[in-house]
Nanobody, 117 residues
Framework: QVQLVESGGGLVQAGGSLRLSCAAS????????MAWHRQAPGKQRELVTS???????AYSDSVKGRFTITRDNTKNTVYLQMNSLKPEDTAVYYC???????????WGQGTQVTVAS
């Protein structure tokens, strides 16, 4: 069983920055596609960004140019650098890991990000 543990959430003023981390407990981290999702109150969970094993990234339009996803395979960790935060970025942020063969998704427990206006 793979465990994903997110950290780095918190309260920040609009325009500020936060960096989220997601550490995987075990497994061949380097082959997984990693992603960050978020769920705001009363809304469905949405995909924010992803990074493949080869390092290709994709971003939702709402965060493009402000958020950056990176991964450190030596630390089994994926990061989400969030800059120019807006109140509408307020949500619980979840990390996921997708196995390339089984397509099974592992999920973290989530970390709260609150952006005050």
């Amino acid at each position: 069983q793979v465990q994903l543990v997110e950290s780095g959430g918190g309260l920040v003023q609009a325009g500020g920055s936060l960096r989220l981390s997601c550490a995987a407990s075990r497994g061949t981290f380097g082959i997984w596609t990693m992603a960050w999702h978020r769920q705001a109150p009363g809304k469905q969970r949405e995909l924010v960004t992803s990074i493949t094993a080869s390092g290709s990234t994709a971003y939702s339009d709402s965060v493009k140019g402000r958020f950056t996803i990176t991964r450190d395979n030596t630390k089994n960790t994926v990061y989400l650098q969030m800059n120019s935060l807006k109140p509408e970025d307020t949500a619980v942020y979840y990390c996921s890991a997708r196995h390339p063969v089984t397509r099974y998704d592992y999920w973290g427990q989530g970390t709260q990000v609150t952006v005050a206006s």
